[in-house]
């Protein structure tokens, strides 16, 4: 079946720091991967998404590249924020439409 | 911008009885989803509704579990007879249809059984 590993946290950067948070999946087809985000007591939200390889997602400075050949899609951004500060999810969709998750890596950015 | 809401934020329940988690969902939106998350696990599908009827389901999804839209604007899961081991975080999602990839999230309700 379906499974999406990224990096287990804490993650714990100084603002303006560079980010990396790992995210590889396991899928029998051609998925479509997103990186969802969840700020304290809110729901999910989309951060951003590709949907065929070597395509890539942006949003808010945060950027992640479909990488088929070693099917991953590693989170990055430049300089974080405090604000930045939140869980963030990689998932994978298929064709049935329902979500994979990842178990979510909580970024903590100190000023 | 509009918002998928849940209702109630967190609900408290004894063992045994029944629970009806609420949602309302975008407006113009025509898939449903239930997702639900055990407090330090992933995020888990449970189901997908569209047009009426249940498109997929998780091996999660057993018959103590149903969906409902009652009427144009609410979404529901109802757990017939709650068991400790549904206590979790439980999250409603919405979108506007199969080719956007895109499902939008409510805030959650947490459900916990005593």
């Given amino acids: ?111 | 911008e509009p918002e998928v809401t849940q209702t109630p934020s967190h609900q408290v329940t004894q063992m045994g009885q029944e629970v009806i988690l609420r949602c309302v969902p975008i407006s113009n939106h025509l898939y449903f989803y239930w997702y639900r998350q055990i407090l330090g696990q992933k995020v888990e599908f449970l189901v997908s509704f569209y047009n009426n009827e249940i498109s997929e389901k998780s091996e999660i999804f057993d018959d103590q579990f149903s969906v409902e839209r009652p009427d144009g604007s609410n979404f529901t899961l109802k757990i017939r007879s709650t068991k400790l081991e549904d206590s979790a975080m439980y999250f409603c999602a919405s979108g506007k249809d199969r080719s956007s990839y895109e499902q939008y999230f409510g805030p959650g309700t947490r459900l916990t059984v005593t």
Avoid at chain 1, 3 to 8: A, L, N, P, Y
Avoid at chain 1, 17 to 37: E, H
Avoid at chain 1, 89 to 100: H, I, P, V
């Fill in chain 1, 1 to 111: 079946g379906n499974s999406v590993t990224q990096m287990e946290g804490p993650v714990t950067l100084s603002e303006e720091a560079f980010l990396t948070i790992n995210c590889t999946y396991t899928a029998t087809g051609y998925p479509s991967l997103f990186w969802y985000v969840q700020y304290p007591g809110e729901g999910l939200q989309l951060l951003l998404k590709a949907t065929k390889a070597d395509d890539k997602g942006s949003n808010k400075g945060f950027e992640a590249t479909y990488r088929k050949e070693t099917t991953s899609f590693h989170l990055e951004k430049g300089s974080v924020q405090v604000s930045d500060s939140a869980v963030y999810f990689c998932a994978l969709e298929d064709a049935g439409n329902m979500l994979t998750f990842g178990g979510g890596t909580r970024l903590m950015v100190k000023p």
